[in-house]
């Protein structure tokens, strides 16, 4: 059998601003799922994952939506890019998928995107070729709308397909996602360089895991949604700060402020990095967007603070959570001298606080998913 990838990502800034027709900024991690796939003609998806070992999922091509509820959790999101094949037309005789995974699971890191998107560019390659980068997020991203039932925005699987080694994905949701196709503009890719700037992106897993099916990250959907109806708008991508006072309903104002400030962080971003301005000069809207997801859009929790305040008291130039929140990982931007330092100051003060040890690495911007031989 053949085999892809298809990598995690950390979101440098642009967080909650998907589903608001925003902007996003994210990277590929160099942790990723591999998929190996190959045609069968028994008219059954056979599927295994290294990380359940001995269990094997089988089910008819075409009994796959019937029996939605009677397979395991973590198989949803294969059978789910499956699913959205065949509704699109392709016809799958069968088909064998052995996955293995080494994303962090729970840690903000996209390994559920990872999963459905080293899938969807395996059945691409076996039995469409003809797709579109584009049609290939819309895949991934719809089998864990749908057949997961997570109700994800488009940042993990554009992460996943589209980003490129050195570089951060500058992706405007709106016209990237607008119904005609991607609009010029919609994607660049943006130089970034840590070891020449002489610095290190950290990422701590907490390991208080996040989980996007528990209903506080729809809630926060729902409140964008109607924050927009009620300023009139189709998305909060639309709205300015001076129209935020007229957000009445103190929590819809707060969430919307938090949108509002954290596209224009990531607009500054791009263009401090554009420049080819120093990366240090990024660390303070990095930390920036942590406060407004913390205060204003409330996604935060202890461990994320915990981390994100040890890492800024040891020198990191910023610091944030990072994906949805309520748990997952925090990024720090430091200087590689700095690395050793900051990585044993949060350390200590998770011990202090009687938190279980949190897993700390490095990562620089890797390449998107591709087929691996
Ligand atoms: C999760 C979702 C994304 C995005 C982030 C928050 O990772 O899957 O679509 O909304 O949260 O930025």
């Given amino acids: 059998m053949d085999r892809w990838i298809a990598p995690g990502r950390v979101n440098l800034i642009g967080e909650h601003t998907d589903y608001n027709d925003g902007f996003v900024l994210p990277i590929a991690l160099s942790l990723g799922v591999v998929c190996a796939a190959g045609p069968t003609a028994d008219g059954r998806v056979r599927l ?25 959790g973590w198989a949803r999101y294969p059978l789910g890019v499956v699913v959205e094949f065949v509704r699109r037309g392709y016809p799958i005789a069968g088909v064998r998928l052995d996955v293995d995974g080494a994303v962090p699971i729970g840690a903000g890191l996209s390994s559920s995107a990872a999963l459905c998107c080293a899938v969807t560019v395996a059945l691409r390659d076996l039995f469409a070729p003809g797709l579109t980068d584009r049609a290939v997020v819309e895949i991934a991203r719809a089998a864990e709308n749908e057949f997961a039932g997570v109700p994800t925005g488009v940042l993990d699987q554009s992460a996943a397909i589209l980003c490129t ?30 070891p020449a700037a002489d610095l290190a992106l950290l990422v701590a897993d907490t390991g208080h895991p996040h989980d996007l099916a528990d209903g506080a990250y729809a809630e926060r959907r729902a409140q964008c949604e109607a924050a927009a109806a009620a300023l009139g708008v189709p998305a909060l991508r639309d709205v300015t700060t001076a129209a935020l006072s007229r957000l009445t309903d103190p929590v819809l104002r ?26 240090r000069a990024v660390g303070a809207l990095l ?64 011990a202090a606080a009687d938190l279980a040890a949190p897993r700390i690495f490095t990562v620089e911007p890797a390449a998107g998913a591709r087929r691996l031989d």
């Fill in 254 to 279: 707060r969430r919307a402020t938090h949108v509002v400030t954290e596209n224009a962080r990531v607009l500054a971003v791009v263009d401090r990095l554009r420049s080819g301005a120093d990366p």
């Fill in 48 to 72: 295994t994952s290294a990380q359940r070992p001995g269990e094997v999922v089988a089910v008819a091509v075409d009994e796959l939506a019937a029996q939605r509820d009677r397979v395991p």
């Fill in 287 to 350: 930390t920036a967007s942590h406060r407004s997801l913390r205060d204003d859009f409330a996604v935060s929790a202890p461990a994320l603070d915990l981390a994100v305040d040890a890492a800024l008291a040891a020198g990191a130039h910023g610091a944030r959570l990072v994906g949805g929140g309520f748990g997952g990982s925090v990024l720090a931007l430091v200087d590689r001298a700095a690395t050793d330092r900051v990585t044993a100051r949060i350390e200590a003060e998770f």
């Fill in 165 to 194: 080694a050195g570089h951060a994905l500058f992706l405007d949701v709106r016209a990237y996602t607008a119904p005609d196709g991607p609009e010029p503009g919609a994607v660049e890719q943006i130089p970034f360089d840590l």
